[in-house]
């Protein structure tokens, strides 16, 4: 939403003339194409400073040092474990991130990664503990289930959106919830795996051909490689190819895409499905490093704080990483901050407070800028300018 | 600017997600430990927590929303306050906000130079394998939980909750006037199960006609179980005013609700783990029964103690009626005409007489 669509360098040249048509028109509609990559990241510094700022005088109000405490952060979270702390806590959260930026880029709000991923979880844990492969095939066969399950489930709110209209937001909120009871109750039913005496009940523990080594033991899974891989697909396929220029354009203006000849229902469903099935990777680390089976233990929540990760990485490849290493480097410091007298709650509120500030300078930003295009535009086209 | 609204949407949702799981967190974070416990930075107190225990330093790591339930957990807190004052012991608290701090928060309270550190609930169990064998000179033990092949480093601490469930079955059955009576649980999960089993096998044992409705508040994994206040009230209410007279709710914090739904509807409601007539008001003191204890307070207590003498080997430790880590309470003297009943009948089950099911 925020990179300069109508100049496209890398536009192929087979769109040739309907791209230029469509970048014009683009940019003439939604007059906010110019703000460029600095003013971005700028605008993303600018929140997670204020952030630190406001939080530090919620932390002074409450009579602790917020100096103190950020100083905490540091000398607890710089050390070695804790970094890799921060890259492993950091790895599901870029994927479920990179899953959310591509329904963003269609400007569709996939908030449904919360469920894609456990369904993909779920499904990769109950498949593959049943299969006998190499490990290259077996890890490579449980990605494919998770994806495929992730993607199935994605494709419920766009099948829904295109043929009958539904919101996909208010579709994939609901859907989350009937995530869990699906899996509950498959789970519950189904898939139980009882080992005597044990009271943390989960499916059946993988084969040890399914398990993803560790770069580190017990630290940092090597499944960020993998997480890093999606990334560079991500910045691959929406920025370097024709699918990805028509993604962006679809998602900048519907009907100036759909002018130019590209179908916004199967961008919709496509992006939709492409954004499920990198949802259901994102709990690999999880089911094939820590866990090796699915569990009630399970971890929550990498959907609606890959949303967040995505918001302030603004969408971007580089952005999503550093804004997910962030987010990871706050949960790892959480517990050493209750050891010293600071409320961990704290992390929660540096977060809600970046999210927060993120839109509002965004918003006078772009404001701005798409105030000097317009007029840029109209001293252009010497036309009367219809308010952006 | 359609876009640009739907973002800041989006944001809202994102950021009342995230203020969501803040929510009853907070205040939770009362650490009790010494100043001077360092926060795991390059100190290399790593190396330095194989000194023997002089200093009886123990860190006590609660699960996600654990704190302050009123019940189970705050009964683990209370045996280490017991500790704090009876064998001076320092103890750290650290609660986990989500699922992914618990491998993390028993490293830090290790690297924090805790000899022990005590996990409450089973969910510790895989980080709890990776710690324990990473630190095979700190002991740890876990409320609930069990794995196989665990190292010799880690306690585990059971409880024969069956046993207390029975006796307030027994109690329940004893008490009622309509023969109908209620289990409201948490999660559907082994654990509660056991908790159901003795319940109804404790009323049938008294009255073989009794009606005892169940019911589940949320499948396992569903942590919203344990704080559900309202929905525990919607069944209890629906329950009484179907004939049912007790109802014994094991559900963490949503026990609160049949409570509420016992004083409005003139009945009888059971606690769970703590004596929960001593953190009740006093018009909901006269409806409660009795509550069915599951000590780990005692648990807790006893295993710093054992750890502060040198005694503690690692293993399972069973705490049952014969140790008096379940029971039942008599708080409010409602069963001061039954009480010799069931302590016949605690006898019997300690002398093995009574075998009390597990499962439903």
């Known amino acids: ?388 | 600017m359609r876009k640009s609204k739907r973002f800041a949407a989006i944001a809202m949702v994102a950021a009342f997600g995230l203020m969501a799981a803040a929510c009853g967190d907070d205040d939770k974070t009362d650490t009790t430990s010494a100043p001077e416990a360092s926060t795991g930075d390059t100190t290399g107190d790593t190396t330095g927590d194989t000194t023997a225990p002089v200093d009886l330093n123990v860190g006590l790591a609660f699960d996600t929303g654990g704190r302050g339930d009123g019940t189970f957990n705050d009964s683990a807190a209370r045996g280490a306050d017991q500790a704090q004052t009876e064998l001076g012991a320092t103890v750290t608290e650290l609660e986990a906000t989500n699922a992914e701090d618990r491998q993390p928060n028993l490293e830090t309270l290790t690297d924090a130079g805790n000899g022990l550190v005590v996990s409450v609930g089973f969910a510790f169990g895989d980080g709890l394998a990776v710690v324990a064998a990473a630190n095979p000179d700190t002991m740890y033990a876990n409320v609930d939980g069990f794995y196989a092949d665990a190292t010799e480093n880690v306690t585990f601490l059971s409880f024969a909750a069956e046993q207390g469930s029975f006796l307030v079955g027994a109690a329940a059955a004893l008490k009622s006037e309509s023969g109908h009576i209620g289990f409201i649980g948490g999660q559907e999960i082994d654990l509660i199960k056991a908790f159901e089993a003795g319940y109804t096998a404790g009323a049938k044992y008294i009255n073989p006609d009794i009606v005892v409705e169940v019911k589940y508040l949320g499948a396992a994994g569903d942590n919203a179980a344990w704080g559900s206040p309202d929905k525990a009230k919607e069944i209890a209410l629906a329950w009484y005013a179907d004939g049912a007279d007790v109802i014994y709710t094991a559900a963490g914090g949503s026990g609160q609700g049949t409570i509420e739904a016992a004083v409005e509807a003139d009945a009888w409601a059971i606690g769970v783990d703590s004596d929960q007539y001593g953190t009740a008001t006093p018009d909901q003191q006269g409806h409660i029964l009795t509550s069915a204890l599951k000590r780990v307070d005692v648990a807790v207590f006893e295993t710093i103690k054992a750890f502060q003498a040198g005694t503690l080997t690692g293993g399972v430790q069973v705490f049952d009626l014969s140790t008096d880590g379940v029971g039942y309470s008599t708080s409010g003297g409602y069963l001061d005409d039954v009480v010799d009943q069931l302590e016949e009948i605690k006898a019997a089950i300690i002398a093995g007489d009574i075998v009390v099911p597990t499962m439903p």
């Open chain 1, 1 to 388: 939403m925020s990179e300069p669509i109508a100049t496209e360098p890398n536009a192929p040249s087979a769109e040739g003339t309907s791209a230029n048509a469509v970048s014009k028109l683009v940019s003439l509609f939604t007059g906010r194409s110019q703000q460029s990559a600095l003013v971005t990241l700028a605008s993303s510094l600018a929140a997670v400073a204020i952030a630190l700022v406001l939080a530090g005088i919620l932390l002074w109000a409450t009579g602790k040092s917020p100096f103190d405490a950020y100083s905490k952060m540091l000398d607890a979270g710089l050390t070695n474990d804790k970094l890799l702390e921060t890259t492993q806590r950091a790895t599901p959260l870029i994927v479920a991130a990179v899953a959310v930026a591509i329904g963003f880029k269609m400007n569709l709000f996939n908030i449904g990664v919360e469920g894609q991923y456990l369904m993909g979880v779920f499904w990769a844990a109950v498949v593959g503990a049943y299969i006998h492969l190499p490990s290259v095939l077996h890890i490579g066969l449980i990605f494919l289930v998770a994806m495929a399950a992730g993607a199935l489930w994605a494709a419920v709110p766009a099948i829904l959106k295109v043929k009958k209209g539904v919101n996909e937001v208010i579709a994939t909120i609901m859907l989350n919830t009937i995530t869990l009871s699906i899996i509950d109750w498959a789970f519950q039913e189904q898939f139980r795996y009882e080992i005597p005496g044990q009271l943390d009940v989960k499916t059946k523990v993988l084969p040890t051909t399914a398990w993803l080594p560790d770069l580190v033991k017990n630290r940092l899974s090597s499944f960020i490689i993998v997480a890093l891989v999606v990334v560079l697909a991500f910045w691959l396929i929406v920025y370097k190819s024709k699918f990805g220029f028509r993604l962006r354009a679809s998602g900048a203006n519907a009907v100036a895409a759909r002018t130019a000849g590209i179908s916004s229902n199967s961008m919709i469903v496509t992006s939709m499905v492409m954004s499920g099935a990198i949802a259901g990777l994102a709990g690999m680390t999880y089911l094939l490093s820590t866990s090796h089976a699915y569990g009630p233990t399970r971890p929550e929540g990498y959907g609606f704080n890959g949303i967040a990760v995505a918001l302030l990485g603004r969408n971007h490849p580089a952005g999503i990483i550093v804004a997910g290493l962030l987010w990871g480097f706050l949960d790892s410091v959480a517990g050493p901050l209750q050891i010293a007298d600071i409320p961990q709650s704290i992390v929660l509120v540096i977060k809600a407070i970046i999210l927060l500030t993120v839109v509002i300078v965004n918003e006078v930003v772009g404001r701005r800028v798409a105030k000097r295009t317009a007029d840029r535009t109209a001293a252009q086209l010497t036309l009367p300018v219809v308010a952006a």
